[in-house]
């Protein structure tokens, strides 16, 4: 069953990148089914900015404290160490390991036992990491390890596009631009959460259904959403809420 | 003023970046020579911390035609003035948001993909240039180019300083838009990279409470933080916590607290 599920998983995403596809939402989407596929709590990938700073550019969730813990780990935590060793970085449980007290107290506080950090490799650089968090300790066993990196894997891929990738200047354009898609998000998401009076996990949610439901690239929707040249209107907004 | 170099404007958000960043921003006070930063010395830090020959900031609103503000020299004035009538080349394409870094001119993907542009810059003696976007998100404010007669890539560390610079150049030209002439304290400007996004939550948000454009919303949230002396990311977290509003008014930037 676990096999059809990943089967199923691998063609959605080879799927989406024939499609005129957008880098954010691709990934978003890659998070969510790490955390069906391995029965995690929360998945979020992180990519180095080129200045050797990991940024959050999607996660499973959009809650706020989740992102600023996978944020974190921009000085340290298994991704960080995942991301400077680039090899797998497991822990079953946090509190136990007694590593990275800032970034153990701050997962503890969100619930959160074990923690796994997979590298995005390219070659012989490492370009990010997929970081999984459970709330019950314990490890992965080998096979859910192997899913995971694949899934890591695909998400390099995705992020490199169909291009040729010998040069580290594309890997660089990629970067750049998906971190700034990031940025352009988080800013379509305050005009959102502002616009309608919700806090800005929902407004993710919003802009998210938006794109899908019209079929539109989430960046490009954004983009409109900051520009003024569209709106949205939340479902049951015309009668929840006053205007 | 509290925040002088290296003090808490960083706090879990790269540690690595603020190095470089701080580096970057000495070397623009020194070549500043005791006057107002700006970004002819942005430029010319990056020229020597990049390795490259000439640095160009252009900027380009929707409401303006494009305007290049500073070239170091006659070969940048020549290449920026070639993209302007050619309409193509790296330049234009870092407009559209991404990098574009060019290792040599000559080679023929360049001349397949810059079919005027890249004979003609290769001509006026430029092998090698590194275009990167002046932006944050959804604000689009220009082009950093970067000129070099020798072909080649470069480094990492270059070209980290140049994506550093970029922002640097960035950050002055919003806080310009505010107060001028520019601000002569030598104080750091703060940059909005992707780790604070309660800085473009707010931003998005002050769009809707002023009702003006991106660029504006950030330049209010910036001056605001500057006015009182307080880290960007912070104000921000206010605007997202809903523990301060802008609301227009006369003074136009001030932001009213609303508890």
């Not at chain 2, 623009?28 to 700006?38: I, L, N």
């Amino acid at each position: 069953m676990a096999e059809t599920q990943l089967a199923d998983v691998l063609v959605e995403m080879a799927d989406t990148l024939v499609d005129e596809f957008d880098v954010i939402d691709f990934l978003h989407v890659l998070t969510e089914r790490c955390v069906q596929l391995l029965g995690i709590s929360a998945a979020g990938l992180l990519l180095t900015d080129q200045q050797d700073t990991l940024q959050v550019v999607a996660a499973s969730s959009e809650r706020t404290r989740l992102l600023e813990l996978f944020q974190l780990q921009t000085d340290q935590g298994p991704c960080v160490d995942c991301f400077r060793t680039g090899q797998p970085v497991s822990v079953a449980d946090l509190p136990a390991a007694g590593r990275w007290p800032r970034f153990t107290a701050a997962a503890t506080e969100v619930g959160f036992a074990a923690v796994h950090a997979l590298p995005m490799r390219l070659r012989s650089e490492v370009i990010g990491a997929l970081n999984l968090f459970d709330t019950n300790p314990g490890a992965l066993d080998e096979g859910k390890l192997r899913i995971g990196q694949a899934l890591a894997d695909v998400a390099t891929i995705g992020l490199l596009q169909q291009r040729a990738i010998h040069r580290r200047d594309i890997v660089t354009e990629q970067l750049q631009t998906a971190l700034n898609s990031r940025i352009l998000i988080e800013q379509a998401k305050g005009v959102l959460a502002e616009r309608h009076h919700l806090d800005v996990a929902d407004a993710f949610a919003l802009l998210r259904s938006g794109a899908r439901s019209h079929n539109r690239r989430l960046s490009e929707l954004a983009q409109a959403i900051v520009d003024g040249s569209e709106q949205m209107i939340p479902p049951g907004d015309a009668t929840s809420r006053p205007s | 003023m509290v925040l002088s170099f290296g003090s808490a404007v960083f706090g879990w958000g790269g540690a690595m970046n603020a190095d470089r960043s701080m580096r970057l921003w000495s070397l623009a006070v020194e070549h500043a020579h005791g006057r107002p930063v700006t970004i002819e010395h942005v430029c010319a830090a990056v020229i020597s911390a990049a390795g490259v020959d000439s640095a160009a900031v252009t900027v380009m609103l929707s409401a303006t035609p494009r305007e290049t503000i500073y070239t170091s020299d006659q070969v940048a004035s020549d290449l920026e003035e070639l993209t302007l009538t050619l309409g193509e080349g790296p330049c234009v394409d870092a407009f559209a948001g991404s990098p574009a870094l060019v290792a040599d001119l000559a080679a023929p993907d360049c001349l397949a993909r810059w079919p005027v542009f890249a004979p003609a810059a290769a001509q006026a003696g430029v092998r090698a240039m590194f275009a990167l976007p002046v932006q944050v998100g959804a604000i689009r404010l220009g082009v950093m180019c970067l000129y070099r007669v020798q072909p080649g890539d470069l480094d990492r560390g270059q070209l980290s300083d140049a994506l550093v610079s970029a922002d640097t150049a960035c950050a002055l030209l919003l806080d310009k838009a505010q107060r001028d002439p520019a601000r002569g304290d030598g104080r750091w400007p703060e940059q909005s990279g992707p780790h604070h996004p309660e800085v473009h939550q707010a931003t998005g948000m002050i769009i809707v409470q002023l009702g003006v454009t991106a660029a504006v919303a950030l330049v209010r949230l910036r001056a605001y933080a500057y006015a009182h002396d307080r880290r960007l990311r912070d104000v921000a977290g206010d605007v997202v916590a809903r523990r301060l509003r802008f609301a227009p008014d006369a003074d136009g930037d001030q932001g009213r607290g609303c508890s």
